[in-house]
């Protein structure tokens, strides 16, 4: 079965970091396009990166700077390093695969872990 | 602010047709295929549209996409009451180079 683990999420103070891991199974995040979505409560969605089959990185202009997403190949895990956390980040995050025919990430993503929640407050 | 614009809401009863917009520009839409997501309350996002008018496998007919210009749309057909959820529209624009998604529109079955 294709599946996308999301964990990681938890209640972090204004500043600090924070790692969210996603495990994948059933197909290779090394051979995919993946991203980081997330949804503010009551929000809608809202892309944060992508990881490119090829290795590429690219980033929201709201994240750049702050957040890092990279892959593990050994262990089929994508992560998200989260640095300098504000309020504005709390949210559910998503970790997602581009449908692999894509030759090139465009938000086609077929496959949707749970997510997992990050709160950031004092 | 979303960089692709939908209308909050729409509704209709069952059985009927309902269509929702997603409106973009030229580096977005105007360039690039769309995608449309399901969005069930406390649930993940479902992929009901790739490539602006394709539909995953075991995704009903009932469901198409077509796009215009810097336009696009999702129609639902045949409307029921388990297609109450959140719809989303998603592209990738080139100018921000990054995946872009509209604000979301919630169908309400009447």
């Known amino acids: 079965e294709l599946q996308l683990v999301e964990s990681g999420g938890r209640m972090k103070q204004p500043g600090g970091s924070l790692r969210l891991s996603c495990a994948a199974s059933?197909?290779?995040?090394?051979?995919?396009?993946m991203s980081w979505v997330r949804q503010a409560p009551g929000r809608g969605l809202q892309w944060l990166a992508v990881?490119?089959?090829?290795?590429?990185?690219k980033y929201a202009d709201s994240v750049k700077g702050r957040f890092t997403i990279a892959r593990d190949e050994s262990t089929n895990t994508l992560y998200l390093q989260m640095n300098s956390l504000r309020a504005e980040d709390t949210a559910i995050y998503y970790c997602?695969?581009?449908?692999?025919?894509?030759?090139?990430?465009?938000?086609?993503?077929?496959?949707w872990g749970l997510g997992t929640m990050v709160t950031v407050s004092s | 602010q979303s960089v692709l614009t939908q209308p909050t809401s729409a509704s209709g009863t069952p059985g009927q047709r309902v269509t929702i917009s997603c409106s973009g520009s030229?580096?977005?839409?105007?360039?690039?295929?769309v995608n449309w997501f399901q969005q069930l309350p406390g649930t993940a996002p479902k992929l009901l549209i790739h490539n602006t008018d394709q539909r995953p496998t075991g995704v009903p007919d009932r469901w198409s996409g077509s796009k215009s210009g810097t336009s696009a749309s999702l129609a639902i057909s045949g409307l029921q009451s388990e297609d109450e959820a959140a719809y989303y529209c998603a592209t990738w624009d080139d100018s921000l180079n990054g995946v872009v998604f509209g604000g979301g529109t919630k169908v309400t079955v009447l």
């Open positions: 990881k490119h089959r090829g290795g590429a990185t």
């Open positions: 030229r580096s977005n839409i105007g360039s690039n295929a």
């Open positions: 997602a695969r581009e449908e692999p025919v894509a030759v090139t990430a465009g938000g086609a993503f077929d496959i």
């Open positions: 059933g197909f290779s995040v090394s051979n995919n396009h």
